[in-house]
């Protein structure tokens, strides 16, 4: 399944399943890209990032595409764990920037 | 362990009120940030600190006071002038350059509740 986090949706999947999360950044002018994954009452912890001179950069489960000619960004991850199950945000920087901006995330249940 | 201790978890303040939210970090991180999470919404930077005795406000500053007299510590004052304080709230921080060097440490939040 898929999904575009721009207004908190849910994606929820199978345990094993391969997971796609969205997520449509807004300034043209960003370079650097993270995943942040969020847990229930905790902070988001850093689970990937990307640079524009890059369409693609994998991680242990974790694969996350750019595409910038449309300005989106996209989270995969393989075979979905019941501890994969967290709120997800995409943040943007520019190299002129001392700021990340967030997506509002997606929240991603997975079904045992 | 290194971190980004956040106290208190939860907090309750009656209107009107004044409340302080801690953040300490012995990362020795040059930068700390705070930021704004509502529900359904990413979040939102209202004060960042990139030394000592020196801050800037972030997007939604008004309703909000901040210090950092020293490196380990930037509390953030929520005043009876934030008209929607409730909120979970997060504190990060960053070493250095590293903004662009896998972002922030967050700490673990505090929720504040109007009552």
């Known amino acids: 399944g898929e999904s575009v986090g721009l207004h908190l949706p849910t994606l929820s999947v199978q345990e094993g399943d391969n997971s796609i999360i969205n997520c449509a950044y807004s300034n043209s002018a960003s370079d650097y890209f993270i995943w942040y994954k969020q847990e229930s009452g905790k902070g988001p912890q850093f689970i990937i990032d990307i640079r524009s001179n890059m369409d693609k950069r994998q991680g242990q489960r974790v694969t996350v595409l750019l595409n910038k000619t449309v300005k989106h960004l996209s989270l995969q991850i393989a075979a979905t764990q019941p501890g994969d199950s967290a709120v997800y945000f995409c943040a943007e920087n520019r190299d002129t920037g001392n700021q990340f901006y967030f997506g509002t995330g997606t929240s991603l249940t997975v079904i045992p | 362990d290194g971190g980004i201790t956040q106290s208190p978890k939860y907090l309750f303040r009656k209107e009107g009120q004044n409340v302080t939210l801690s953040c300490e970090q012995n990362?020795?991180?040059?930068?700390m940030y705070w930021y704004r999470q509502d529900p359904g919404q990413g979040l939102r930077l209202i004060y960042y600190?990139?030394?000592?005795?020196?801050?800037q406000k972030g997007d939604i500053a008004e309703g909000y006071s901040v210090s950092r007299e020293k490196k380990e510590s930037f509390p953030l004052t929520v005043t009876s002038a934030q008209k929607n304080p409730t909120a979970f709230y997060l504190c990060a921080s960053i070493e250095g350059d590293g903004l662009r060097v896998r972002g922030y440490t967050f700490g673990s939040g505090t929720r504040l509740t109007v009552v």
């Open positions: 990362l020795n991180h040059d930068a």
């Open positions: 600190s990139q030394i000592v005795n020196d801050f």
